[in-house]
């Protein structure tokens, strides 16, 4: 330890280096590289990892959807073609049946999928925008931002079927004024008097909703539009630890079951789950964090590998010094370490660089895709990679530097100054 710090060792590795600045410079390229390519990866990674999450924060990452089709095969006495209808009944029958449910929001919509939207108006002001009738339970699968004042659809609207709304942004700014607080304010959905309960704000990403949507209570919906137990698709939230394929699998057997449909029909009823695509986006993330890590480590060891053979070349230059060394004193441990932190400053100092390098390059990238619409946000390595790539670092460094520095030590003191 006490050599580490002598002025005379680091003024002998300045020396070594400045003899051959060109090869040592080449040299700490590898360990350069090696780090820098591990840094840029799983910085890449982890901000594909944050621009997911981003853009998943508003909806539960085990959801699905699920709605009724056409059925394509004749079964118990029904013919091809008949078109299934999910109902409200559905949903207590799928708590019973598919224990890994946590959350079932059945949903009514006026306004897509073909059907005409509902026409609001304010006054002497007016607009066509889409109706959904939902329940609270929608909230706890896909949150809402309700801006201050306002609150989303509750229990109690439900139980009394109350008609008030919750409108988007848009909606606000084309039927409102702009300084008028439009919570508490009344508007007419198809001619029926809405209280407004509060604002949404639109959060791009969410499907086929937009900064317009009204959202009325279902119960509310099924009376104003005279859609009884009908419901157009289930929002359905899985348990964390569900294996939401096989939900999804098991959601469509009892739906089946429920509505008389041939077991191997596919096509009676759709579902798209996200939890599924949330998973697999995961994986692609982890596994560009893998490969960063095995890249890095490889370059890094190309490189560390590179530095122990400049090293052996440079101990072979300086046999004659060496040797001279020994002749007056040194003992065989202190012409090992001198190689041995030779080689540990030219690792480590390589690897430095890379790191900060790195860190500038993400920088750069962060900047330019921030605000964007790109599932891309703020690319940084966690710390704990940084230290395990820098000890990494350094046990390679001792390592690789322990085989030129044995070829020192066993340079004998007498053969060494015979040396020309």
């Known amino acids: ?35 820098y390519i591990y840094i840029g990866l799983s ?14 924060e508003t909806i539960a990452k ?50 897509i999928f073909g059907s005409s939207p509902g026409i609001i108006t304010r006054g002497l ?16 699968i896909a949150t809402k931002k309700i801006y201050e004042g306002g609150r989303f659809i509750n229990k109690a609207d439900i139980e009394q079927a109350r008609k008030v709304c919750v409108i988007g942004e848009r909606t606000q700014r084309e039927l409102f004024d702009e300084e008028e607080d439009p919570i508490g304010g009344y508007i007419k959905i198809d001619n029926i008097n809405f209280q407004v309960v509060g604002v949404h704000k639109f959060t791009p990403g969410g499907g086929f909703e937009s900064d317009s949507d009204i959202f ?10 005279n859609t009884g137990n009908n419901v157009s698709w289930f929002t359905i939230a899985a ?50 964090t893998f490969l960063s890590l095995i890249v890095g480590i490889a370059t890094i060891l190309a490189g560390v590998i590179g530095i122990g053979n400049i090293l052996l070349i440079s101990v072979k230059e300086r046999t ?55 599932p891309y946000t703020n690319p940084t390595v966690p710390i704990p990679y940084v230290i395990g790539s820098l000890l990494l670092m350094v046990i390679l460094g001792v390592l690789i530097g322990l085989i030129p520095a044995q070829r020192a030590v066993s340079i004998k003191p007498i053969d060494a100054l015979r040396e020309e």
Do not use: C
């Open 62 to 111: 085990n959801s699905l959807f699920a709605w009724g089709q056409s059925t394509s095969m004749p079964y118990a006495g029904f013919k091809t073609g008949r078109q299934i209808q999910l109902k409200l009944s559905d949903v207590e029958v799928l708590y019973n049946r598919v224990p890994e449910i946590e959350t079932i929001a059945p949903r009514n919509v006026k306004g």
């Open 320 to 374: 004659k010094e060496l040797g001279v060394r020994r002749a007056l004193g040194a003992t065989p441990a202190e012409v090992r370490n001198q190689i041995i932190i030779e080689s540990l400053f030219l690792t480590m100092l390589a690897g430095i660089i890379g790191i900060i390098a790195g860190a500038m390059t993400l920088k750069v990238i962060d900047t330019f895709t921030r605000g964007g619409d790109f």
């Open 216 to 225: 009325i209570p279902f119960a509310t919906f099924r009376k104003l539009y």
């Open 239 to 288: 348990y964390d630890d569900a294996d939401v394929i096989k939900v999804e699998e098991d959601i469509k057997a009892v739906l089946k079951n429920i509505h008389s449909v041939d077991p191997k029909d596919e096509r009676a009823f759709g579902s798209f789950n996200l939890g599924e695509i949330f998973n697999k986006i995961m994986g692609f993330s982890q596994g560009m």
């Open 1 to 35: 330890m006490r050599q580490l710090f002598d002025r005379n060792t680091w003024q002998e590795i300045f020396q070594s280096i400045s003899k051959n600045k060109l090869r040592t410079f080449l040299t700490m390229i590898g360990v350069f590289v090696g780090i």
């Open 43 to 56: 910085g890449a990674s982890q901000g594909l990892d944050n621009g997911f999450e981003r853009q998943f």
């Open 125 to 140: 002001k007016s607009g066509s925008y889409a109706v959904y009738g939902d329940f609270p339970d929608f909230a706890e």
